[in-house]
T-cell receptor, first 115, second 112 residues
Framework: EAGVAQSPRYKIIEKRQSVAFWCNPI?????LYWYQQILGQGPKLLIQ????????DSQLPKDRFSAERLKGVDSTLKIQPAKLEDSAVYLC?????????????FGSGTRLTVV | TQLLEQSPQFLSIQEGENLTVYCNSS?????LQWYRQEPGEGPVLLVT?????EVKKLKRLTFQFGDARKDSSLHITAAQPGDTGLYLC????????????FGAGTILRVKS
């Protein structure tokens, strides 16, 4: 099966600019996640969607970050305005129930550098 | 959100040595997963452990879930340079919509 697709792979912007990331999950996976991974750390969940509804966005900095999942398929994550500390890899993942547990598949991520 | 602590943070060993990575929490998870991540790529799932006391083997890798489902370990036998990477444990919080919570990771470097 095709994996989780993310674009762009890399993005360099100046602070206070805006940026958007796109994710296409595995077909049929109802749950979609956006994670932020700062260099040397484990991924931190930003937002979780179940179909097109938000399950958890408790760690999303809502003053500058926003995300949507139209029609329960593709998703976009936006940062406006960006800060230096937003420099990180943004990972998208999707999951499905496998009868005993859940299988999670991650995309390759978008590496954001804010200068 | 429950927290997962991984140790050690960094491990540098010679080819052929054995090693163990630990993942601990004060809370119970419905299941626990181990991932390996290489530079520039997303984490790749290695294994999921669900039952307390469960042991799973994947070639030279042995994964164990603690009896109380609060801790886990990853043991690598005869490490090879190809094992180099970031190893992440992640707990599944079923009561929170199957949210996946990650530990900080263990960076493993195997020298030839």
């Amino acid at each position: 099966e095709a994996g989780v697709a993310q674009s762009p792979r890399y993005k360099i912007i100046e602070k206070r600019q805006s940026v958007a990331f796109w994710c296409n999950p595995i077909s049929g996976h109802a749950t979609l996640y956006w994670y932020q991974q700062i260099l040397g750390q484990g991924p931190k969940l930003l937002i979780q969607f179940q179909n097109n509804g938000v399950v958890d966005d408790s760690q999303l900095p809502k003053d500058r970050f926003s995300a949507e999942r139209l029609k329960g398929v593709d998703s976009t994550l936006k940062i406006q305005p960006a800060k230096l500390e937003d420099s990180a890899v943004y990972l998208c993942a999707s999951s499905h129930y496998r009868g005993r547990d859940y299988g999670y598949t991650f995309g390759s991520g978008t590496r954001l550098t804010v200068v | 959100t429950q927290l997962l602590e991984q140790s050690p943070q960094f491990l540098s060993i010679q080819e052929g040595e054995n090693l163990t990575v630990y993942c601990n929490s004060s809370s119970v998870f419905s299941s626990l997963q181990w991932y390996r991540q290489e530079p520039g790529e997303g984490p790749v799932l290695l294994v999921t452990v669900v039952t307390g006391g469960e042991v799973k083997k994947l070639k030279r890798l042995t994964f164990q879930f603690g009896d109380a489902r609060k801790d886990s370990s990853l043991h690598i036998t005869a490490a090879q340079p190809g094992d180099t990477g970031l190893y992440l444990c992640a707990g599944v919080e079923r009561e929170y919509g199957n949210k996946l919570v990650f530990g900080a990771g263990t960076i493993l470097r195997v020298k030839s």
